[in-house]
Each structure stands twice: as C-alpha cells, then as structure tokens.
C-alpha cells in the first residue's frame, strides 16, 4: 500500500507502519490477554507537503481478549476523541481496507473550526480523518498463537503529529522536522500555558473534592469572603472606605493656589 526505503543491506527495508508490532507482542505475551501500546518511526516514499513527510511517528494499540467486539472498538476511540478535542465532539467511521484488520474503518471527528458545517480546512466535508483502525485479522489472531473461534481483538493506528496539528492549529508538517526555534519556542510557550492553567484547575479540584469530604472539615459550609469596603452607610471590615478619607473630595493643588 505504500512505498519504502531500501538500505545498503538487501534484507533491511524501512517499515511503513507500526502495525508489524502486533504479531511480535502476540508471541511475546501469548497466551494471556493484551493491551499494549507501540510507539515507533515510520518511512514512506512519498512527496512531501504540508500534510506528509517521509519520516513520521506513528502510534499503534493492540487489544487481545475473549469477547471483545466491535462496539468496544468504537467506544474505546469515541471517549479518546472527546478526551482529546472535546466532549461533545462529533465522530464517525467509514468502512475502509487494511491487510491486518477485517473488518477495517478510518475514524472521522467533526472539524474544528467549522464544527462540521464544511470550510477550506475540511474540504467542504465537515469531517477530519484521524486514525485507522479495526478488528484483528483472524490468521494474525492464529500466527500470533491465539485460537480466533475463542480470542478476538481490535487495533488502531495514529499519527502524532497528524493529532498535534489538529489539536493545535498547526497547518505544516514539516514543521516539526525544520529545526525552527520560532516554532520550537512557540509550541513550548503555549505547552507550558495549558500546563499551568491544567495545574491549576487539578488544585481547585483537589481542593473542592476535600471540602464536599464527609465526615471531615469539608463537611462545613464555606464562609462567604468578607466585604473590605463600606457599603451603603455600613463601616467596611478589613480597610477604610477610601471615599471617607480626610480631604477625598478636596481639589489637588495646581499652579493657581502656589
């Protein structure tokens, strides 16, 4: 499906996807169940643009277990989804091939900046194409070592910097591998800003959770701030009402009254 690289050594070839880390960590842990997550380079041949490079990450997840269905596929990627971009995110699966899965789809969320209305972003769409995914394949399954009458599974493979250009406004690739410290900086200004407003809203949670505590100190109700400034006749608590300070409402000396 894609075209690689060739080396110097004629048995060594760059791999395309991660996907080839399944049946190795299907022999490796076999016969127990699995939830595993691959992370890995991958190479592809290909002309570069501002949405493809020839090296890129990509992520792959593996999940081997008796029972396992579709719908958990579905549901395991749509809270990802509303995790990552948003509860409420609209998200979609369009039937699709992959040699490894069968059934295969690609996963859909709704655009974020038309809101799925269609713009330039989505190609008049609506929808942005995120991830592939489906069921493991059952002769993968059985060279894996597990029986598919009893065992079953779902993958799913994604791209992080395809995600990191979604979830951050960023519309060129080749960004992340120009060495700009423009962008470099950039990103690590605005990572560190949703690192220190997400520190923040974890304190007020930890605070909130330890108040609504039964049976301890959380268990009084909070005690209104106090007002510091008088209001409508009453002393303020705290600091004196500015407007009652000796000589607040007397003009300030000019050059007339030198």
Known sequence: MQDTFYTTDPSVVLRTHTSGGQILAMQERHPEPIRVILPGMCYRNEQITARSEIQFHQIEGLAV???????????????FAQRLFGEGRG????????????????????????????????????????????????????????????????????????????????????????????????RSAQLARRFRRARRFAGRTRRAAHQRRPGGQGDRPLRRRRRRTAVAGRPGHGREDPARRPGAGRRPPGPRDC
């Not at 091939?97 to 330039?120: H, K, N």
């Not at 942005?128 to 399954?141: A, D, K, Q, S, Y």
């Open 65 to 79: 277990g008796p029972a396992i269905t579709f719908a958990d596929l579905k549901g395991t990627l749509t809270e």
């Open 91 to 186: 998200a979609r699966f369009r039937a699709s091939y992959f040699p490894f899965t069968e059934p295969s789809a690609e996963m859909d969320i709704a655009c974020l900046l038309c809101d799925g209305q269609g713009c330039q972003l989505c190609k008049e769409t609506g929808w942005l194409e995120i991830l592939g995914c489906g069921m493991v394949h059952p002769t993968v399954l059985e060279n894996g070592g597990y029986d598919p009458d009893e065992w079953s599974g779902f993958a799913f493979g994604m791209g992080p910097e395809r995600i990191a250009m979604l979830r951050h406004g960023i519309r060129d690739i080749r960004y992340f591998w120009s060495n700009d410290l423009r962008f470099l900086r950039a």
